[in-house]
């Protein structure tokens, strides 16, 4: 975590101060998001187990280089992603994982303009993730969601490092296609990271 901190500052001291005064433009967002884990702890149940579900949120884009099409991307988005293993349903250990959680990435971003009313980006930078609720997976455990019980909780804050492809039509509609890769641990004191997969449009203003 320490690691994604000292990350985080470099990118804000040489990126916010000069973003301030050059904004661009800014988005709303939408789409399908998909987890799978990784990592030395991580169960057979997780890896063969990743989450579907959908993010929503806005994203602000600045100018700090002279250099014409590099960008600063910061964004603000809310993620749920749920699953169940449906073969042990019909017996007593019923298995079921799904998180709820504030994604914050920091990313920088370059475009190229390919035709007019049609430009590409790619996208790359840390993302910082503050889980809402959300619980583990164990035999019996169908609901709890209880902020109390630290036994059933996800690590609240986790870092991942995102890259992805923009495609803006038109100045006004971006597709967009992202992975982000897990930086720091999902579950508390074990090695389990997060890989997120996403794909959305946005509508620009």
């Not at 042990?88 to 709820?100: E, F």
């Amino acid at each position: 975590m320490k690691r994604f901190q000292i990350i985080l500052a470099v990118t804000l001291a040489l990126l916010g101060g000069q973003a301030a005064s050059a904004q661009r433009y800014g988005s709303v967002s939408a789409g399908y998001a998909a987890t799978a884990f990784s990592g030395a702890d991580c169960s057979n149940f997780l890896s063969s187990l990743p989450l579907h579900g959908f993010y929503a949120g806005a994203t602000r884009e600045y100018y700090f280089s002279a250099l014409a099409g590099l960008t600063f991307e910061p964004g603000f988005f809310y993620y749920y992603q749920s699953a169940r293993n449906e073969q042990l349903l019909a017996g007593d250990n019923s298995r079921y994982v799904k998180m709820h959680y504030v994604s914050l990435p920091f990313n920088v971003k370059y475009t190229v303009d390919f035709t007019p009313g049609f430009r590409g980006a790619f996208y790359t930078g840390p993302v910082m993730n503050i889980g809402l609720f959300g619980n583990l997976y164990e035999d019996k455990f169908p609901t709890n969601t209880s902020l109390t019980d630290a036994t059933h909780h996800l690590t609240r804050v986790n870092a991942q490092w995102d890259f992805g492809l923009a495609f803006t039509i038109a100045e006004a509609v971006q597709l967009r296609l992202g992975y982000a890769i897990g930086l720091s641990r999902l579950v508390p004191e074990q090695e389990v990271r997060p890989n997120t997969f996403t794909v959305g449009a946005a509508i620009l203003f």
